[in-house]
């Protein structure tokens, strides 16, 4: 009978596990696809943007050149880092974008300063952008006021970076330097 059992639990969890393995393949960028290829050399360049100061958190923007060294071709894409200390340890929490997200988030946070936080909504009320990495990034309407964040990893609610309203401007600046200097 345990055997059975045992049996049917294997049967149930195989499917599962090939979803699940599935969803973590399809949210990498396409740069992070790039730059996974077996059987290749490559080169990363890590080109720094500059800090970000978001409450008690201080993230960092950088633009990574990859360059597969035996076919010549190269991708870039903009990695922004926080490091998190928890009460016994510290992690780095990683969030990446392809060169169109970068303009789709540009747009975004553009659309967000010019036409969101101008308004006074009546209901809670979010606006959210997302990469193909599981990167996140928006406002949300509660308590009388605005709050902007961004969130580096989908699945890891420490992976949050909170802005002031007041600094979107300077991140729309360094995302566009970002985007000037991306293959």
């Given at each position: 009978?345990?055997?059975?059992?045992?049996?049917?639990?294997?049967?149930?969890?195989?499917?599962?596990?090939?979803?699940?393995?599935?969803?973590?393949?399809?949210?990498?960028?396409?740069?992070e696809?790039?730059?996974?290829k077996?059987?290749?050399?490559?080169?990363?360049?890590?080109v720094?943007?500059?800090?970000?100061?978001?409450g008690?958190?201080?993230?960092?923007?950088?633009?990574?050149?990859?360059t597969?060294?035996?076919?010549?071709?190269?991708?870039?894409?903009?990695?922004?880092?926080?490091?998190?200390?928890?009460?016994?340890?510290?992690?780095?929490?990683?969030?990446?974008?392809?060169?169109?997200?970068?303009?789709?988030?540009?747009?975004?946070?553009?659309?967000?300063?010019?036409?969101?936080?101008v308004?006074?909504p009546?209901?809670y009320t979010?606006?959210s952008?997302?990469?193909?990495?599981?990167?996140?990034?928006?406002?949300?309407?509660?308590?009388?006021?605005?709050?902007?964040?961004?969130?580096?990893?989908?699945?890891?609610?420490?992976s949050?970076?909170?802005m002031?309203?007041t600094d979107?401007?300077?991140?729309?600046?360094?995302?566009?330097?970002?985007?000037s200097?991306?293959?």
């Amino acid at each position: 009978m345990k055997k059975i059992v045992f049996l049917l639990f294997c049967l149930a969890y195989m499917p599962l596990n090939a979803i699940s393995q599935q969803k973590i393949e399809a949210e990498l960028s396409n740069a992070e696809k790039f730059s996974t290829k077996s059987g290749t050399l490559f080169q990363k360049e890590f080109v720094t943007i500059g800090p970000i100061v978001a409450g008690r958190n201080i993230g960092e923007m950088k633009v990574v050149h990859y360059t597969d060294l035996m076919t010549n071709e190269s991708l870039s894409s903009l990695r922004i880092s926080c490091d998190v200390q928890g009460k016994y340890t510290s992690d780095t929490k990683i969030g990446t974008l392809d060169k169109d997200e970068v303009d789709g988030l540009i747009k975004s946070f553009k659309i967000i300063m010019d036409r969101i936080l101008v308004n006074t909504p009546s209901v809670y009320t979010e606006i959210s952008f997302s990469a193909r990495s599981g990167y996140s990034a928006g406002c949300y309407y509660s308590n009388q006021e605005w709050s902007v964040y961004m969130k580096l990893e989908k699945y890891d609610g420490d992976s949050y970076l909170w802005m002031k309203v007041t600094d979107l401007p300077s991140y729309v600046k360094m995302l566009e330097e970002a985007r000037s200097i991306m293959k």
